[in-house]
């Protein structure tokens, strides 16, 4: 499954080429300068695009184009560096977290509408979540934002 990527950086190290700074591994780890980094969360694209439509409150800047925009570039670089939209992402990602829980574990979502194969007859995709991990991992994007806030830094999100 393809994942989106998340990593504290400086606001001063942020450029078009800061993807050169970070590689991946056969298991699909993400790794700096050959080490991994210390603030470090992903999420599968599956997920992302469920919550899609709340990141796009966010304001945030494209390195690559050197231009603003909202939300997360799902196929390429966003950066979210302002001390107002990484308190947005921080309460938004809490506001998930929150709501996820009082699910069930499983935490089965709905997702994208599916064809299968020659039947015209779709459905709507199943997305199921160990309740525990998936929590923890936006626990830890969230106080990512928090801590990028408080220490001047930024977030940088690697998208599929």
């Given at each position: ?6 990593v504290?950086e400086?606001?001063?190290?942020v450029n078009?080429n800061?993807h050169?700074s ?5 298991h699909?780890?993400?790794?700096k300068?050959?080490?991994k980094?210390?603030?470090y ?18 304001d945030?800047?494209?390195p690559s184009?050197?231009?603003?925009c909202?939300?997360l570039?799902n ?8 001390q107002d939209?990484?308190l ?12 996820f ?5 499983p935490?089965v979502?709905?997702g994208?509408?599916?064809f299968?194969?020659?039947?015209q007859e779709?459905?709507?995709e199943k997305?199921a ?7 923890h991992?936006?626990?830890t ?5 928090k801590?990028a806030e408080?220490?001047g830094?930024?977030i940088?999100?690697f998208?599929?």
């Open positions: 499954m393809s994942k989106h990527h998340f504290i400086n606001k001063s190290r078009g800061i050169t970070y590689s991946w591994d056969s699909g780890n993400i790794h300068s050959g080490l980094p210390e603030f969360a992903a999420l599968e694209d599956e997920f992302i695009a469920y919550i899609y439509d709340s990141l796009r409150w966010l945030t800047w494209n184009t050197c231009m603003r909202s939300g570039n196929c390429g670089i966003t950066v979210i560096e302002e939209a990484l947005k992402f921080h309460k938004l990602i809490q506001a998930w977290i929150d709501l829980c009082h699910a069930t574990d935490i979502l709905t994208s509408y599916c299968d194969g020659e039947e779709g459905y709507y997305l979540y160990n309740k525990v991990e998936l929590i991992e936006l626990t994007l969230a106080n990512m934002a801590y408080i220490n830094k930024c940088v999100h998208g599929v």
